[in-house]
């Protein structure tokens, strides 16, 4: 079966940490560029961080700059969101999404609530 599973979502106090995880299974992990996006009710799906298929290159929005970390590890078909410093605004559900050219596929989503 073609899937993104993501999970580590949950409730943390602001200045907390969370480690994302999205595992992909039933195609080439590899061969996929993957990225993490969020949604708040009532906006739109923003984009957060992305990597290359070799995990050689790697952006992040400037809103989580310095504080969220993509990373990749092949061997386990696994993406990796690492958050630090996390404030009461990064609240909402995280998707991961892998994508390679015209193709994409979306994970279900995990929730992050920062609150204290």
């Known amino acids: 079966q073609v899937q993104l599973v993501e999970s580590g979502g949950g409730l943390v106090q602001p200045g907390g940490s969370l480690r994302l995880s999205c595992v992909g299974s039933?195609?080439?992990?590899?061969?996929?560029?993957m990225s993490w996006y969020r949604q708040t009710p009532g906006k739109e799906r923003e984009w957060v961080a992305s990597?290359?298929?070799?995990?050689?290159?790697?952006k992040h929005a400037d809103s989580v700059q310095g504080r969220f970390t993509i990373s990749r590890d092949n061997a386990k078909n696994t993406v990796y969101l690492q958050m630090i410093s996390l404030k009461v605004e990064d609240t909402a559900v995280y998707y991961c999404?892998?994508?390679?050219?015209?193709?994409?596929?979306w994970g279900q989503g995990t929730q992050v609530i920062v609150s204290s």
């Open positions: 990597i290359t298929s070799v995990g050689n290159v790697r």
């Open positions: 999404k892998a994508h390679l050219q015209e193709s994409e596929l």
């Open positions: 039933g195609f080439r992990f590899s061969h996929f560029h």
